[in-house]
């Protein structure tokens, strides 16, 4: 899954919003000589909550004139906290940015650019080359460095695949396709790809076409091919959207065409289907489940016909406050965080890693999270990209995309006449 989380919106009374003992941001004793920053995160929950805290209280002890105070708002309401607090221009030195945030945060001027304190850092070579990629960005400045890195692979039933007659699992969209076929098998409850036709199904047919245009994609706007055109508009997304819905009609079952995130995981871990195209974070549920470690692994994103896939990375990190009074201090310590701290951050989060050394971690090297660390190891292979999603127009886009694509599956709408409505639309959108 692509988590979507809630756009950031406007804000609403300095009351409801207001964060007590920090209107005035990172301050300084007097007497002591100690800086207190604060830092506000915005994806909370409980257990990830003290995750940061012991994290912050190792930061302390390393960095005894600074001290951290964590704000952690609600979930449901932290991204408007924030944006009040932004608003204010005070009570924020180091905040969560996200890359559906990062764009108006920085617009706003929000974001102190970090590129001139991360100069020279011995730090950046020790991170990922999508790391990297994040934390500089094309107009090279560097408003956050990624805590690690949610994107697409494949879970698999290692005794399915087995039963079935293959070696392995699939490695392309077309073996998938094959081997989704011959495990399925209504009369047994048994099917062969856990299909996504509901809420956010865009991901994962922009995830096959994407991985058919691998050697024409705009790295920098994977809606995009090198000419500027949409990559709706290619012989290789009809070649391949058609492909998909072979995977919906020959292996997948049939009340999939309203599937969303939860009845995928679900079908998975129940037992009924043998493959999900899933983010790291199910990880944790499968492991959770009746399956047993036996039953299942995971394998990389699949490849498309030349041996390439593009890997769109959704990811979050810390970000430094262009009005924050204590810079050099706020930026140390989203420089530790992005150290060693940041793979126990990743362990316990399931995210992918932003540490090369992390590869040579036991926990990431075997079982389900070696897919992972084989595709960042090879960029060529696996391309980083970036989606379009922090547009005006996404969840326009996620609603309009769904209702096509049911009727495509339903047998209302063609695959070309899905298409050419998806290049109109984004086409208009661009042109404004």
């Not at 107009?139 to 005794?159: A, H, M, N, Q, V």
């Not at 995977?247 to 997948?252: A, E, K």
């Not at 595709?375 to 309009?400: L, N, Y």
Request: proline share 5%; with cysteine; glycine share 8%.
């Amino acid at each position: 899954m692509r988590k979507q989380f809630s756009a950031v919106l406007a804000a609403v009374s300095a009351v409801a919003l207001a964060v007590s003992g920090c209107a005035g941001g990172g301050q300084a004793n007097s007497d002591t000589g100690q800086v207190t920053l604060q830092m506000v995160e915005s994806l909370t929950n409980p257990a990830r909550t003290e995750l940061i805290k012991g994290l912050l209280k190792d930061f302390e002890s390393e960095h005894p004139d600074i001290k951290v105070e964590l704000i952690s708002p609600p979930t449901e309401q932290a991204d408007q906290k924030l944006q009040q607090m932004l608003q204010s221009g005070a009570g924020v030195d180091v905040l969560e940015v996200r890359d559906l945030t990062v764009g108006p945060f920085s617009n706003n001027g929000w974001l102190y650019d970090m590129a001139a304190d991360l100069k020279g850092w011995n730090g950046m070579d020790q991170l990922t080359d999508q790391a990297q990629q994040f934390t500089v960005n094309a107009e090279g400045k560097s408003y956050f460095i990624p805590y690690g890195f949610y994107g697409l692979s494949l879970f698999y039933r290692t005794d399915l695949v087995k039963e079935a007659g293959f070696d392995g699992p699939p490695t392309t969209w077309e073996e998938l396709v094959e081997q989704a076929a011959k495990i399925q098998d209504p009369a047994k409850n048994r099917y062969g790809y856990a299909f996504r036709g509901g809420p956010n199904s865009a991901g994962q047919v922009m995830s096959i076409l994407e991985a058919y245009n691998a050697d024409n994609l705009d790295e920098s706007n994977a809606y995009k091919v090198k000419d500027g055109s949409t990559i709706f508009t290619t012989p290789e997304s009809q070649t391949a959207l058609d492909k998909y819905i072979e995977l919906f009609r020959t292996g997948s079952p049939e009340s999939s065409v309203s599937w969303g995130y939860p009845e995928m995981v679900q079908a998975f871990t129940n037992g009924s289907t043998a493959f999900l195209l899933q983010d790291p974070e199910v990880i944790a549920t499968v492991n959770d489940s009746s399956l047993t470690a036996e039953q299942w692994n995971v394998a990389p994103n699949l490849l498309g016909p030349t041996g390439k896939a593009a890997w769109p990375m959704a990811t979050a990190g810390w970000g430094v406050t262009s009005f924050s009074k204590h810079q050099k201090e706020a930026v140390e310590l989203v420089k530790w965080l992005s150290g060693e701290p940041s793979t126990k951050f990743a362990k316990d989060n399931s995210l992918v890693p932003i540490l090369k050394a992390a590869g040579e971690d036991e926990f990431f090297k075997t079982g389900p999270w070696a897919a992972y660390v084989e595709m960042t190891s090879s960029p060529d292979k696996w391309i980083s990209v970036e989606e379009p999603r922090g547009v005006a127009w996404w969840t326009e886009w996620m609603q309009r995309s769904e209702a096509d694509l049911q009727k495509v599956l339903l047998g209302q709408m063609t695959t070309a006449d899905m298409l050419k409505g998806w290049d109109q639309f984004w086409t208009e959108k661009w042109q404004g």
